[in-house]
C-alpha cells in the first residue's frame, strides 16, 4: 500500500501530464499538431532555463529569487558587451556577468549564514538596480544592425521547425541534468539538501557546493539575457519579471521535487513547466477566457502541492 | 513525612521500546507534599519512567494510581489534566510573551475575544501567594534568566493544578548561583503542597534535597529509600550494582606500538578544558563521561568539527590540527558521529549513496560518477560490515538503527583513516548489531588503526576499551586500566576521584 502510495507521490504529474495530453487530443482537433507542440515548446523556453536551475538550488535546500532580476542585468550587459567587444566576446561576457553576480550572491548568503529565501531576495533588488544602472535608465539596443540581425537569426530561424533559441534551452537542461545525475557535484547537492550536517562531516565542503548552485543560477540566468538580447536586439530594465521565478518554483514543486530539499531530478522540473504550458494553451484551445487562466492554473498548483504532502504524511509512518 | 498521603503510586510498570526493554516491572509510591529523588546511569530507565507517570509515553503493563484512582495517560495533555506536569529538559515557554502570558497560555482569562488582564492578574497573584517567587508579570520571558525561566515553568505547572511536578535534570544548565535559586523554588513548591519528583546526575543536590530516592539500573528498581540513609558512595554502588563480574578479557595491551593520535592541551570554551592524551596504534580507548561532559565536544574537535581555542592534535607525530572534517579525513582521522540520523546519513538517499558519501570523489573519474562503480564499491562496503538489505538502492532511512550505523561504519572503512572516533556508535540498536558492532571494532583495532571509543553505557565502555579516560566538565578526571574497578570509575563520572589515576 505504502509503495503505491509513494509511487503516485512519485510519478504523479507525469499521470497529471498524461491525462492533460490525452484530454486535450480529443477536445482540440488542433492540440495535437507539430506548429502547437512548438509553439508550447518556444513559449517555455526561459522557464526551461530557470525550472532547471530551480530545481539544482531546491535539491540542495535553497532557493533563488534573483535569477529573473540576474537574467534582466545580464541581457543589458550582453548588449553592451557587444557594442563594446564585438559579438562573440560579448555573449560571452553576458554569461559570465550572470555567473559573476551568482557567485557575489552566493559568496555573501553562505559567508553570512543568511536565509536564502531572504539573501537572494534582496539581491535581485540589488541587481534590478543594477540593471537600471547598466542601461543608463532605459533601452539599450545593438548599435551594429548585422550583428543585431545574425544573433537574432541564431535564436528565431528554425532547424527542424523548432526555433534555435528553443534547442539552446533545451541543450543547457540537458547538460544540468548531467550535472545533478551523474557528477560528484551532483552527489554533494543531494546530500548537502538532504542531511547538510552529514554532509560536512562526511568532508564535503558544503558552502562551496551552495555557492556553485548559486554559480550555476546565474549562468542559467545569463544564458536567459543572451536569448533575450538575441530575440529582441536590445536590453530592456523590464526584460524578465518575478512572475518567471515564482512560475519556476511553483513547476519545480508541482513535478514532484521536494521542497525540503534532497530529492528530486531535473526532468520533473521540466515536466511542471510543461504541465503549466499544457494547461494554459489548452484553456486557449478550449476558449476559455483568459482572464480566468491565472487563477485556475494557481489551484492547480494548490491541488498538487497538497496532495504531495497528504502523500508524504501517508507514507511517513 | 510518613503520615502524607501517597500522590503516585506505580505497580509492576513495563515499557519497551522495540527489543529494548528501558522499564521493567517497576513498582514504588511517592509520598505527597514530599521530594522524591529518582537516580541511575544514564540509560537506567529513569526519564523513560517519568515520561509513563506523566503520559508522554503509555505503559505496556502495569498500573499507576493518581491519588488512589487507577490512571493510564494517553497524552502529556491527559496527564496535565490529572494533576501530572512534567518539565523538560529545555525550556517551553514563548519567548516574546510576558511572564503571566507564558504562565496563563492555554487558559488565558478571557473577556469576549480579548485577554481579562484583571483576571490574569489575580490568577497570577494566587501563584505568587503559593510559591512566594517575585518576577515581574510583565517581563518578557526571553529577558530573565534561565532559573527565573525555569520558575515560569514551574508556576505554569501549578496553574494547572498539578499535583506531581517531575522535574528532568533542572539543574543542568544551570550556574551556581541559578542552582542555588532553583532548590529555594522547590522547597517552597512543596511547602505550597506539590510534590516533586527530581531526576538528577548531581548526587550532592539529591541528598540535600530529597525526602527518598528511588535508585534504577537497568530499567529495574533497586531500592527505594530515605535519603538520610544514603550518601554519594551508597547511591553509586546501588547504580552500579552487581554487573561488576562482566568479564573483561582485555589486557592493557599495545603499549610497545606507536602513538597514532596525540592531542595536546585541547580547550573550546566552555565544553573543553586543557584536554590531552595519546592513542596508540591498535589501541581502543573509550571517553566515558556523563551525556554533556564534554566527550563529544572532545570529538568534534579532534575531527576539525569544531574550532579550537588552543591545542595541538598530532597523527603519527604530525602536527595536523584539522580546520575542517574534510582536512581531517585527508590526514586520517574519521568521525561516526554520535546521532546517527541527525549527523550520519542522508536517510532519503540510496544505500549506495550513503556508503560512499565521503569517498566518491575518489570513485569518480574527472567529476562523473559511474553509477556502476558505486553500486560495486557499495555492495563490497556492505559485505564488510554484514548490512542487511533488499535493494543497495533503497533508501537510508528504511533500514534499522543496527543497519544505519553499519553504514556509517561502512564509510569509515573506504575512508580507511589512520584514527577512527565512534560516538555512541550503540545508542538504540539490538543485542546482535551491537555485537556486530563491537566485533567491527576491533577489526579495525587489530589492523593497526587507533580507535577512540565514546559510549554513556559504562559496561559496555568498560567490555571494550583497552583504556578509559573519564570526561567531567571539559575535563579528563581519571584514567582506567584494566582491570577495571567499576566503582571508581561511575564516581569519577561524578567528579570523584583520582587526578588520572592508573
Redo the contacts between chains.
Sequence with gaps: MHAVLERVRSYGIVGVFAILFITLSIASPSFLSFQNAANILDQSTILFIFAATTTVAVIAGIFDLSIAAVATASAIMTVNAINWFGMFPGVLTGLLFGALLGLITGLAITATNVNSFIGTLAASFTYRGLGLVLAAGGLVTIADKDVAVSLNSVMEDKILGIKGAVWISLAFVILVGLLLS???????V??VG??R?????????TQRVLVGCYVLSGIGAGLAGVIYAGRYGTGATNAYNDTFVFTAIAAVVVGGV?IFG??GAVWRGIMGILTFALISNGLNLLGVDTTYQLTILGLLIFIAVAADQAFRRTTRT | MTASPLVLEARNVVKSFGATRAVRDVSLSIPGQSVFGLVGENGAGKSTLAKVFAGVHSADSGEIVLAGEVVSFKSPHEGIRGGVSMMAQEIMLVPDATVEENILLGSIPRRGIFPNRRAMRRRYQELVALTQFDLDPQAKVSSLRIADQQKVEIMRALSQDARLIIMDEPSAALTADEVVRLHESIRKIVDGGATVLLISHFLEEVLSLTDQVAIMRDGELVRVSDTKSETVDSLVSGMVGRSLETDYAHVARAADRPVRLSVHGLTRAPAVTDVSFDVRAGEIVGLAGLIGSGRTEIARCI?G?DRLNSGEILVDGQAVTPR???A???RGIF?V?ESRK????????TIA?NLT??S??EL?RG???SSRRVRDTARRLAEKVDLRFTSIAQSAGSLSGGNQQKILFG?AVE?DPVVLIVDEPTRGVDIAAKRGIHGTLQQMADQGLAVVFISSEIDEVLGVCNRVLVVHRGRIQAEFEPPYNQEAVLAAFFGKGGARSA
Design positions: 551523474k557528477t560528484v557535484f551532483g552527489k554533494w543531494y546530500a538532504g542531511n550536517e552529514a554532509a560536512y562531516l562526511a568532508g564535503i565542503r521536494s534532497g530529492s | 575531527f568539527a575542517s572534517p574534510k581531517a579525513i585527508s568521525m558521529p541527525e549527523q550520519g546519513l542522508v536517510l532519503g538517499s549513496d558519501l565521503a566518491i570523489t569518480a567529476g562523473i560518477t564509510r575512508v
